[in-house]
């Protein structure tokens, strides 16, 4: 055997030292981070960290399991600014534990506060307060709970993690939801294995790479291999918060991606690992969880296969199991692409993930004739998939995939609220990979039949004493009826602020009344009664005619953004008003006719009135043509923003006659 092939079977002893003149050690804390009220490089953000640290290197494996272990060391530091930032008094580390290949062998944490003469105050996490939660199958979390967490505190945990494989490095996020002061990611890696680094960064990063010999012991003594240590290091990152329509969080998050590529074995072979989507394919048809479960369906599905095949029309039967399966069965929220339970045991129990759903509902499809295929996808929330990083992690649910003629249709049984013809609105706008064939292929998500629809009727009377009563009816349709109806479902009181209420604090709701939840091909009806008292100034009193139309607030009022703007499906606005005055009024002043346009037409804003002694009439419509905007466009877009809602609330003036 060939020095260099021992290499891979036999431990690895390393001696590691650091001298990050940028990281404190872990317990030194400095007063000055204590008495931090503000985070100097992100002003106004609930919490800091203050260090968030990692180290890899390769240690012994374990026999007829892996050549080698790798060893993953974590150390964080968080500064608590705000109330809103106790959460992260609470750390969760998630892990895999399915065969103990992933172990957390050591956990230390501590909360730093100054006491009473100014002096640094440590108090240990007790191990009571540190404890694994089990996800699934195969992931727990270990959680741990700060004690004597406040604002002002800081917080910092260390643990190594062991884990059984040779073959993958850790993936290492610099940034995250809050800002980041140092980060740092060590790697120490045996020169026979070559990974390829996928960096995803705009700001400075510095890097330092060092090649030193390293000791590998084996049952023959002792041999020398050189060893690749490399340090990536970032400094004074933004958090990455919430925008409206951005998509996931995580595409903005610089990071670094690794991928075992090769194995030179130093005598002029060299082992190809690059795994291509063809083995994933292979991985998942031969997975008990995944391609397994689709073999043989339930026993007690076989009634709905038998009746599903008395339908002559494919699409009609296809349409027949889809409603089966998710009106019968209840989502637990847990997105996954595999059926941990078995489709069998989710059916009995009527319930399970969107995995044990799926996958239910591909096999009973293709029980039925109907051929289908299991389709992964990571959600918008998720982030994006790279096509050219063959890897099942990248991943977070399953759906059916039909073709059917020149159509196709994907299928998520989890959604009980919208008919199979609508594109699941949390994977619009994505890619998909079908898992068919030897190779699976790839297609581009888009919905251009459906919308974001809402339209708002409006029937106002005002009296003398400039009261208001009014009635609506609201009709939404597509993607807006999917999330209403989720959402009155859901909290029927709360659905009612949010749409309602709040965006309309000079209203008194009077009644509201909700149809249609149940009839996916119908519109959701809502029908609301109202009074409102109008403003008034002098003889003059005013309104406006933006009522419950959903565009009731201006979401892009930040001066800066880091986000693309990504609202998934295409939107349509119409607002339709007819309003009396009483006798003895006339109208003083209306908003102007107009059409307003963006450079690109991507979005038409038009508004007529038209007054006829004293009654008004009123249509306003706003339609969207495209669904993404890139960052670069945001101050452009911005602009026309303001100037939209500045239209759409413009005030409609009414005063008494001869005055």
């Not at 003469?117 to 195969?138: D, L, P």
């Not at 990152?237 to 075992?260: C, H, K, T, V």
């Not at 349409?319 to 059916?347: A, L, P, Q, T």
């Not at 759903?357 to 009973?364: D, G, H, P, R, S």
Request: charged share 25%; with cysteine.
């Amino acid at each position: 055997m060939k020095p260099l092939l021992l290499l891979l079977i036999f431990s690895l002893s390393l001696s590691l030292s650091f001298a990050q003149k940028d990281m404190p050690a872990f317990g030194k804390i400095d007063k000055s981070d204590l008495n931090m009220k503000d985070c100097d490089f992100d002003k106004g953000a609930d919490a800091v960290k203050l260090i968030d640290w990692g180290n890899l290197y390769y240690d012994r494996g374990v026999p007829d399991v892996s050549f080698l272990n790798t060893i993953y060391e974590k150390r964080v530091r968080i500064k608590i600014l705000k109330e809103s930032g106790l959460s992260y008094a609470n750390a969760a580390i998630d892990y895999y534990d399915n065969n103990n290949e992933e172990k957390i062998l050591k956990v230390d944490a501590y909360t730093y506060n100054l006491d009473e003469a100014g002096n640094v105050k440590a108090t240990e996490v007790n191990k009571s307060s540190i404890y694994s939660k089990r996800i699934n199958k195969f992931y727990s979390t270990m959680i741990i709970a700060f004690p004597e967490a406040k604002v002002g505190s800081v917080v910092e945990f260390k643990y190594k993690m062991e884990r059984r494989t040779d073959m993958n490095l850790k993936d290492w996020l610099f940034q995250a939801r809050i800002p980041t002061r140092y980060s740092e990611y060590q790697i120490n890696v045996p020169v026979f294995y070559r990974f390829s680094v996928q960096p995803t960064v705009v700001d400075s990063i510095e890097v330092k790479e060092d090649v030193k010999d390293g000791l590998i012991t084996t049952n023959d003594g002792i041999l020398t291999t050189q060893i690749l240590k490399k340090n990536f290091i970032m400094h004074n990152l933004i958090g990455i918060r919430d925008e409206p329509f951005m998509g996931s969080a995580r595409d903005y998050q610089q990071r670094l991606e690794f991928q075992l590529s090769q194995v030179d074995y130093g005598d002029g072979r060299v082992r190809d690992l690059r795994k291509t989507w063809a083995d994933v394919i292979k991985v998942l048809n031969d997975d008990p969880d995944f391609g397994k479960q689709l073999e043989w369906a339930p026993a007690a599905a076989q009634s709905i296969i038998d009746e599903a095949k008395r339908i002559p029309d494919i699409e009609s039967r296809m349409k027949f199991i889809y409603n089966s399966v998710r009106k019968s069965m209840s989502w637990d929220g847990d997105e996954s692409i595999y059926s941990f339970d078995g489709i069998s045991k989710s059916f009995a129990a009527k319930s399970g993930s969107s995995g044990d759903i799926n996958l239910l509902l591909v096999c009973l499809l293709n029980k039925a004739d109907i051929a289908t295929s299991p389709i992964l996808f990571s959600t918008r929330e998720n982030g994006l998939v790279n096509k050219f990083y063959p890897f099942l992690k990248q991943f977070n649910t399953v759906m059916a995939y039909v073709k059917l003629y020149n159509q196709f249709f994907i299928l998520d049984a989890t959604d009980r609220v919208s008919g199979y013809k609508l594109v699941p609105e949390s994977i619009v706008n994505t890619q998909g990979f079908i898992v068919e064939g030897e190779k699976g292929r790839w297609i581009d998500v888009v919905d251009t039949k459906h919308k974001y629809k809402v339209m708002a009727a409006v029937h106002g009377e005002i009296d003398d004493a400039g009261v208001m009563k009014g009635e609506c009816l609201v009709n939404c349709n597509d993607y807006a009826r999917k999330q209403r109806c989720e959402e009155w479902l859901k909290n029927k009181d709360q659905f009612k602020a949010e749409y309602f209420t709040k965006p309309y604090t000079a209203l008194k709701i009077e009644e509201l009344t909700v149809n249609n939840v149940d009839a996916d091909s119908l519109p959701l009806e809502q029908k609301v009664k109202f009074t409102s008292t109008l403003n008034s100034s002098g003889n003059y009193k005013y309104f406006t005619a933006n009522l419950f139309s959903d565009l009731d607030k201006n979401p892009f009022v930040a001066d800066e953004r880091i986000a693309d703007i990504d609202f998934g499906f295409q939107q349509d606005y119409t607002i339709f008003g007819n309003y009396t005055i009483p006798e003895g009024y006339t109208f003083d002043a209306l908003p102007e006719n107009i059409s307003m346009i963006m450079p690109d037409t991507s979005i038409i804003f038009t508004r007529t009135m038209q007054a006829d002694e004293n009654l008004l009439n009123v249509r306003m419509s706003l339609e969207f043509k495209r669904t993404f905007y890139p960052v670069s466009y945001y101050a452009e877009f911005k602009e026309f923003y303001k100037k939209l809602f500045a239209k759409l609330n413009e005030q409609i003036v009414i005063k008494k006659k001869g005055t």
